[in-house]
């Protein structure tokens, strides 16, 4: 069974730091693309960011680069997100996604809370 397990969030207050880890179990982890997405309260879900399958390139949403450093560990299966300079306005769930391609799609993990608050 495929599984996707984020973990890591939490509330921090704005200037601080998280990281977010999803535990991948079930597929060939090397063979997918990993992405982090965030949906807020009332929101549409949004890309964060994206790491290639084998680590080598990565993107990120115009909103976190700078602040936001995601990597991948193949011997632990496992993708981070590291988080830094919260602001309030990255409240949200977090996802994790491991996508293959258009044809053979991907799956998605059940999201961690991130609360960024005084």
């Known amino acids: 069974q495929v599984q996707l397990v984020e973990s890591g969030g939490g509330l921090v207050q704005p200037g601080g730091s998280l990281r977010l880890s999803c535990a991948a179990s079930g597929f060939i982890f090397s063979n997918y693309a990993m992405n982090w997405y965030r949906q807020a309260p009332g929101k549409e879900r949004e890309f964060i960011a994206r790491i290639s399958t084998g680590g080598g390139s990565t993107n990120y949403a115009d909103s976190v680069k700078g602040r936001f450093t995601i990597s991948r560990d193949y011997a632990k299966n496992t993708v981070f997100l590291q988080m830094n300079s919260l602001k309030p306005e990255d409240t949200a769930v977090y996802y994790c996604?491991?996508?293959?391609?258009?044809?053979?799609?991907?799956?998605w993990g059940q999201g961690t809370q991130v609360t960024v608050s005084s």
């Open positions: 996604n491991a996508y293959r391609s258009v044809l053979k799609g991907g799956y």
